[in-house]
């Protein structure tokens, strides 16, 4: 009889297990769904260059910008693709998503962006201030005939 419980109780296990599992992979797939879904939506690429942006003006990336994205990445991603476009309620979701996110980075580019350039042109002031002062009061030269001695 403990035996036939344990049998019992390890096919409750094994049931759960298994469900739990077939759970997380019904999660990981159609996560998967929508990444691609986002991917190929037309407003990707616009979104990838917001993005790229807000990372330029907070110096993140280099010089040149676009750090670890190439130009077959750029092309790839500019080229609006239909390939999981249909008309449904999920997609006008999508959209209106892709475009609000849009719209929020191209905000927070100009959000970040305004005090580094006041904070720019205050610097600039000062050097400005300074050098004036520099030129217009140079500093006396050192005066060693004053009592000093060698």
């Known amino acids: 009889m403990i035996a036939a419980e ?3 109780k390890k096919k409750v296990m094994e049931d759960k297990s298994s469900s739990s599992s077939s759970s997380r992979n019904r999660k990981e797939e159609e996560i998967e769904i929508l990444k691609r879904r986002i991917s190929s939506h037309p407003l990707y690429g616009l979104l990838l260059e917001n993005h790229m942006d807000c990372l ?3 110096s993140i990336l280099n010089e040149e910008g676009d750090q670890g994205m190439n130009i077959e990445d750029k092309q790839r991603y500019k080229k609006p693709s239909s390939s999981m476009h249909s008309s449904s309620e999920l997609d006008l979701d999508l959209d209106q998503f892709m475009e ?12 970040i962006k305004e005090p580094q350039q006041e904070t720019l042109e205050f610097i600039d002031k000062m050097h400005s201030q300074l050098t004036e002062l520099t030129i ?7 005066n060693t005939s004053s009592g000093e001695r060698d």
């Not at 609000?100 to 959000?111: F, Q, T, V």
């Not at 217009?136 to 050192?142: D, E, H, I, V």
């Open 100 to 111: 609000a996110y849009c719209w929020a980075l191209r905000e927070l580019k100009e959000a």
């Open 136 to 142: 217009t009061n140079p500093a006396p030269p050192p």
């Open 6 to 8: 344990q049998k019992h």
């Open 56 to 58: 330029k003006v907070t």
